[in-house]
């Protein structure tokens, strides 16, 4: 099971930037689908954005052409680049890494402890 933490969350004007990290204890990508999800208080935990085990990436509506996902292979490391912040952006933002684990198709989930943004002027 991979173990993943997050950083780069923090205060930012709306309209402002902010890149989110994630960084896996082993290699993470080709075998496993990443993907960034946020939570704000009293709302369900929602996926953001997402790539896919072929290098095809998903985003949520409410963040298209202002968040992008990538990855650095030799830092086993996923990103999320948020452009154009507004205050509904806020939350806590976990990676999540989907893997299949054997042969009968077997989904695990792991993890991040989750990067506080909070966009406000």
């Known amino acids: 099971q991979v173990q993943l933490v997050e950083s780069g969350g923090g205060l930012v004007q709306p309209g402002g930037s902010l890149r989110l990290s994630c960084a896996a204890s082993?290699?993470?990508?080709?075998?496993?689908?990443m993907s960034w999800y946020r939570q704000a208080p009293g709302k369900q935990r929602e996926l953001v954005a997402q790539?896919?085990?072929?290098?095809?990436?998903n985003y949520a509506d409410s963040v298209k052409g202002r968040f992008t996902i990538s990855r650095d292979n030799a830092k086993n490391t996923v990103y999320l680049q948020m452009n154009s912040l507004r205050p509904e952006d806020k939350g806590v933002y976990y990676c999540n890494e989907r893997a299949i684990v054997n042969v009968e198709g077997a989904i695990r989930d792991s993890w991040g402890q989750g990067t506080q943004v909070t966009v406000s002027s």
């Open positions: 790539t896919t085990t072929t290098g095809a990436s």
């Open positions: 082993r290699r993470i990508f080709s075998t496993s689908v």
